[in-house]
């Protein structure tokens, strides 16, 4: 069995940021096989896709609508992927979940992953 745990969400105002983390623990669980994904969801709207990290050789994807703002990496000696968001906007606001991937192109279909956390809340004011 795999545990995500999300960390590092909180309040923040607009322009601001934030870096989110999620570790990932398992009695034989490590990272290095499995490419990552960060979704968000806020109240009343679907799950949308925020960022995708691919396993070796690392190729990073985004979202149109964060893209130059976040950043996705990962540290597999640590079993944890990090989301750098920067210049934060109130549209931001969202629980943000971490997902882990093992076919390492699942990208933005939430159906493609395996293990997801329990999230984070992200709130950004005006």
């Known amino acids: 069995q795999v545990q995500l745990v999300e960390s590092g969400g909180g309040l923040v105002q607009a322009g601001g940021s934030l870096r989110l983390s999620c570790a990932a623990s398992?009695?034989?669980?490590?990272?290095?096989?499995?490419?990552m994904g960060w979704f968000r969801q806020a109240p009343g709207k679907p799950r949308e896709f925020v960022a995708h990290?691919?396993?070796?050789?690392?190729?990073?994807s985004y979202a149109d609508s964060v893209k130059g703002r976040f950043t996705i990496s990962r540290d597999n000696a640590r079993n944890t992927v990090y989301l750098q968001m920067n210049s934060l906007k109130p549209e931001d606001t969202a629980v943000y979940y971490c997902?882990?991937?093992?076919?390492?192109?699942?990208?933005?279909?939430?159906?493609?992953?395996?293990?997801w956390g329990q999230g984070t809340q992200v709130t950004v004011s005006s």
């Open positions: 990290i691919t396993r070796n050789p690392i190729r990073a």
């Open positions: 398992g009695r034989t669980f490590s990272m290095y096989p499995y490419a």
């Open positions: 997902a882990t991937d093992r076919t390492n192109q699942a990208l933005d279909d939430p159906d493609e992953y395996d293990y």
